[in-house]
């Protein structure tokens, strides 16, 4: 099975974000805080995503996003044309990544949620376009807090409820827009694997947690099943360094159950335990394969790309194996990552990429 993305195997993917310039951190601030209009932003922003485009394109990506230059970060994305949420409501208790929004009123969509940024993107190049959207389990564990929540949605799985439609209209707008592949974010399902991180948010059951996230995914991809959609899971990162560990092996089975195509995975990062969790890959779908470390500021050579993917071949065939990093090198803008280091690994994953098909086609 040839898969059908690219004419080429090895298809090279960002997972989304770029680290954004001080002044796209500003221009994004100040619409945050009511002192830009979200069309004068849009109409400032417009040039940094060219160049965004540009930068990926440069380094021979297949598939190219807008940098996610638009957004505060791959969560709020949602937030900035949702209303109903407090802004940096909800901190994240020792973590040192800054709060999210927090839910208190019931949810009235005031623009699309992507939609301008996907066209934008669509504009600026012919490359195959990703877009991603977040999910609705990670909007509820992120965003749903008891004292400020429960009066507009009593538990947190009523907010989850709420968000699925809203996601899954924004994915058929996405499509008949063009965009070519959407990807939805949860790196909260990947992070069930960390009995700390389950304590920390005082996770019981970790079954009933994933069979929820499944369940709250699944209702957001409803009528786009066989579409080109990825899940991205990985252990969340901030300033270099990851929220949770753990391989991949007891989430397996509900990455399984998502119905997306594609899983986009992290793979070089010493916290996901070598690969041997590939084993339990499911069978149908094609791993995104992360083989840059995004947290290392040592930029991987062409050869180590292409090792890594070979260590995978081990695993899983060829025509099942994408490109990407591990995970968006700023995922929230207040991230602290190089953008010219991200240039320089996306060109080693793609130069990487060129040696395996050479090998292996
Ligand atoms: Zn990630």
Wanted: proline fraction near 7%.
């Amino acid at each position: 099975m040839r898969q059908n993305y690219t004419q080429t195997l090895f298809p090279t993917f960002v997972v989304g974000s770029l680290p954004r310039p001080q002044w796209v951190r500003d221009v994004i601030d100040e619409r945050k805080h009511g002192r830009l209009s979200h069309r004068e932003a849009d109409r400032l922003l417009d040039p940094a995503i060219a160049f965004a485009v540009r930068l990926q394109e440069r380094t021979g990506l297949d598939f190219v996003s807008d940098g996610e230059w638009r957004r505060e970060s791959y969560v709020k994305v949602f937030t900035e044309a949702v209303d109903g949420f407090k802004i940096d409501a909800a901190p994240r208790p020792g973590r040192p990544s800054p709060p999210n929004p927090a839910v208190v009123s019931r949810l009235n969509q005031l623009r699309s949620i992507a939609l301008d940024a996907a066209a934008a993107l669509h504009s600026y190049t012919n490359r195959k376009s990703i877009v991603a959207l977040p999910s609705p389990y990670i909007m509820g564990v992120r965003m749903w807090r008891a004292d400020l929540s429960s009066k507009a949605y009593p538990e947190r799985e009523d907010f989850m409820a709420a968000c699925a439609p809203l996601i899954r209209e924004e994915i058929g707008r996405l499509f008949a827009a063009g965009i070519d592949h959407v990807q939805i974010d949860d790196p909260e399902l990947a992070m069930l694997v960390d009995s700390q991180n389950l304590a920390a948010r005082g996770v019981k059951d970790a079954g009933r947690e994933m069979a929820l996230a499944v369940r709250m995914i699944n209702s957001a991809l409803e009528g786009h099943e066989g579409r080109p959609v990825s899940l991205h899971v990985c252990h969340a990162h901030f300033a270099r360094s990851r929220a949770s560990a753990g391989g991949y092996g007891p989430v397996m089975e509900a990455i399984g159950q998502v119905k997306v195509q594609r899983v986009a995975m992290e793979f070089a990062a010493p916290e996901s335990q070598g690969l041997e969790s590939l084993r339990l890959f499911p069978k149908e779908k094609i791993l995104g394969l992360g083989v840059i470390d995004h947290c290392d500021r040592k930029v991987e050579t062409p050869d180590q790309v292409a090792a890594r993917a070979e260590a995978a071949m081990k695993f899983i065939e060829p025509e099942r194996i994408t490109l990407n990093p591990d995970c968006g090198f700023s995922p929230g803008m207040q991230n602290p990552m190089d953008l010219d280091e991200a240039y320089l690994k996306l060109s080693a994953m793609c130069r990487g990429a060129e040696l395996l098909r050479t090998r292996h086609t």
